[in-house]
């Protein structure tokens, strides 16, 4: 046999061992839990609004309504109740002109949107987003002038 035979060999009886003695370094083996805790908080939230734009209202027509639609996206956590409605003066000015105009839960505008609690109430099914309409409509034939009217109202959802 030759250096190098007796060498490899050599090597590879080291090797041999090592991975002989490596397993059985491992053979034995102990555990224990690691408990995971977390807290859950019921919690609400608006993730968007869409305003409503009336567009053009014709104050001499006494007989239709100006309608326009908007909406608000919220969510709240499972099983959360809340509570939904609309605060503010329901009007828009221009200048010392008063527009005023009311906001519906329903398209046929017959169920206003409460301005204080209780509204519109109800618990979450699920943390998806609850997206709610908001129907406006300017009654016609008020005495205002021309001009661009705005005004603001707040969407609340308590939990």
């Known amino acids: 046999m030759g250096k190098t035979s007796k060498k490899l060999i050599a090597i590879a009886s080291v090797f041999g061992f090592l991975w002989v003695t490596a397993g059985y370094a491992y053979a034995l083996t102990a555990t224990n839990a690691l ?3 977390a807290s859950v908080i ?3 939230r608006i993730k968007s ?3 409503i734009a009336f567009g053009n209202y014709d104050p001499t027509d006494v007989t239709n309504p100006t309608d326009a639609l908007g909406d608000f996206t919220f969510k709240c956590t499972k099983g959360t109740g809340y509570d939904l409605y609309v605060t503010g003066t329901r009007s ?3 200048g010392t002109d008063t527009l005023t105009f009311e906001l519906y839960t329903d398209a046929v505008r017959t169920n206003l949107w409460p301005n204080l609690s209780p509204g519109v109430t109800g618990t979450s099914a699920s943390n998806a987003d609850d997206v709610r309409n908001v129907y406006g409509r300017i009654p016609a034939g008020q005495d205002v002038g ?3 009217y705005s005004g603001s109202v707040t ?5």
């Open 146 to 148: 021309a001009g661009s």
């Open 92 to 94: 828009m000015t221009f």
């Open 49 to 51: 609004v869409t305003d």
């Open 155 to 159: 969407i609340t959802v308590q939990y």
């Open 42 to 44: 019921s919690n609400c």
């Open 35 to 37: 408990n995971v805790t």
